[in-house]
């Protein structure tokens, strides 16, 4: 992690944030892959000065995952804290990405930090954790899979403060592609309108959407002379689709914009 | 050397004569998927689809030549109106296939940037400015298309004073799009500008009376009034078809005139106001009704009554009432439609038919395969692994229990917890043949008895319903399995009887079935649709009032926690069930007669994750 991480305001997000901090309340941030949700949390991290504790949830993560387990150490076994039992008994922010991952086992371990509780009982150790009064939990996941099998409890779903993300508009997306591929506003500008085109199919034609971490490598791609044609192909375009008759037409529409 | 002489001359006259590069031709058909997708990345309406356009008649001023040949007096130009977008079926305007594919990907961007062409010489330099405004590569593409259509426009200097100057005026247009106000004045139009939108065609159209029979002869005297009005508007561009045929009779096989008739009757009916009467003119342009139909009429014989009451089915209640969405109102509007659910009670028990056998075992066995799908459960007093963590924890224990030594992982088979409503198409078109000996309504018949035989293996509730529709006061909604039912031969009767008729009125449909899902207590509930086509009805549910119609009630469904889910037989089908249904809702089955293996198939993949 860098000293100071570049963060670009796009709304009231920081403020909302930081009204949950004062007030201990967890929160839930959703909003499609790329646009920000990591590197608000590591903004707001920074700005408070606390530990961020980032977990990437998948479907075999265990409760032990997050609480801690027994190690076998030269002396025999010993504890070891998980990543949110850490974070609640030293203070920092516990940041459980792609939630929806997690089986609904496992995220129902959250429940009791996520209330006015705010503690968490180790079964395994008898010891029943207190959370630091810097603890912070935020979890995130990204609303656009369409999985019948998945889901987010309705009872962990209202512990959480939600705070909605989505691509940045237009004028402050390209100023963050500007600014993070170091081209100029005018070329990250064009391809923000591409974006724009390309996201008009998501859901309809393409699974997902171009994400603004796809255009600031597109963006890299160009400030270094990549042809624009090649970097919006290879940067925007493939990682969308396999389809043969998605890429024509959006080859096409790269060719309109550059 | 007659011979000789005569080859030549005959290609000289179709040198002469051809204003296009067949050789270069590319057909709208092979980009259609592609196009439509660049409408759509484009902002074009998401609802609308690309279609062939008809031939309409151009007023050129023809060379002796032409005359001759008897070309160039009807071109597929490109226009819009609130159902689709219409491009040429074919381009060959440019030498090159190149050139010819790039015009189409313009058009299609002036179709998504101009909806609707009010003035057209004006609109169309406007948006010619706005597109290459914003778009810098394809800006670059409108000035090589430009140029090059320039110079394969007939040379202004043979032209006649008049027309001379329009064709200049369109000449400096292109090259300077925004510069001119104003089309000069001249007796015939000019050469068709393939870079520019058209406005939608308008052609004579006989509207009958309500009463009218359609086998008498209609007196021109007297017409209706709105008929009147309709026609003044558009007689200054009238075709008269006693001389015209061209475009005409390719169009018409004998079950689309069967469908025109039948809108034409239909619609002299409707009191749906003027927006209707609008609508009429339009749909007639495209199936263009000939004052001749009257020597047509006689064989067309539609059945517009409703089935006689001693037929098969047994109407269960009054009906319900369901809302339907105006998409230009933005609003659903309630109580639109009467939905009458249908029940076949008088149907024989039958057990499944002999051909189905092979296939039903084969569903069976992948449904029985599912049910070993395991979860791994920890910490469990026995199992396949060994469980490292929960023996961790004992080990570590001051005080060791030696009646718990749960130190195994187990993998054991979840419980399902699945609701699947089957919504079968059973319109009309479901009339069509798959092969020889076998229609569509086959397929959808035996494929309902497969899955059914799948889901009756598993143990997933589900019910089965068909639907069809005459207009929005009879949606039919036919049971043949409701969810507290068991699967029986009885339900098998019903299935076997179905038989296509009507419509599609897909959104009344879909809303019935949602509510019948709401009401199940299942975690994961499944709308399965089997359709063949897209929604459609007599009214203006043809199109894109019936596209966005059927889209919000997928929308409603989803909001009720229910997945919808379609599977149809159209091969068309991707052009517009990505926005119905959204990109991973739907399945497009391009061999119908596979349909009864791979329904089930679908229908596990939807279930398992
Ligand atoms: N508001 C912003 N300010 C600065 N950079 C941003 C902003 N939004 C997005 N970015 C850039 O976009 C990239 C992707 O963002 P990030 O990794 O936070 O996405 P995410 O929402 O966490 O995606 P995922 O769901 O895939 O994890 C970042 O590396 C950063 O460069
Ligand atoms: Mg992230």
Redesign the interface.
Known sequence: MNTCTHYQVQNDECEIFQYAVQHRLPVLIKGPTGCGKTRFIEHMAQQLGRPLYTVSCHDDL?A?DLLG????GPE????QDGPLTRAAREGGICYLDEIIEARKDTTVALHSLSDHRRTVHLE?TGETVIAHDDFMLVISYNPSY?????GLKPSTRQRFVAMSFDYPEPSVEASIVSHEAGIDEATAG?LV?LAT??R????????AAVSTRLLIYAGKMLSSGCPARKACLYCLIEPLTDEP??L???I??????? | MEEVIGKIWDRWVTRQVASDYSGASVRLADLQ???T??Y????GA?GKTLEPADTRRVRLRRTGMQRVAGTHQRFALPWQDERSVRLPPSLAVFPSARLNTALY?WQV?MAAYLPQVHNWFADNQQTVLALIG?????GR?YRELAETLLTLRPPAEDLPDDLQRRERAVAEALRNPGALADLPFARFDCFPVWLWSYPPPVTLHCVPEASDDSSTERDPGQRSPRQTRLEQRKQAQRIDDEHETDGLLVFLPDSLMSWTEQINLDRCQDDDGDGDLDQVASDLDLITVSSRRKATAAKVKFDLDLPAAENDELCLGPGIRLPEWHFKQGRLRPDVCLLQPLLTDDAEPVSLPPHLAGTADEVKQQFSRLGLQRTRL?GQPDGQELDL?AW??D??RPVKDTTRQNFFLDRRQHHRDFGCLILADLSLSTEGYVSDDCQVIDVIRDSLMVLAEGLDRIQDEFAIYGFSSVRSNHVRYQLMKNFGEPYSDRVRGRIARIKPGFYTRMGAAIRQSTRILDMQPQA?R?LLLVSDGKPNDLDQYEGRYGIEDTRQAVIEAQRQGI?PYCVTVDEQGHDYL??LF????FAVVRDPAQLPGVLPRIYLN????
């Open positions: 265990t032990a387990r027994h190690l076998v025999g076994t010993y504890w395994r369409q999985n019948m099998v998945k064009q309108k085109d390309i008009r199919l998501t859901d309809i034609d393409l699974k008759s998605t024509e037409p959006l096409r529409l790269v060719d309109a914009h550059f | 998927a592609e196009l997708l660049y759509h990345a484009l902002g998401p990907y961007a914003h778009y810098p590569g394809l593409q920890r963590d961790l924890d080990y570590s994961h499944v997945t990505p926005y959204g990109r991973d809702g939807l279930s398992t994750h």
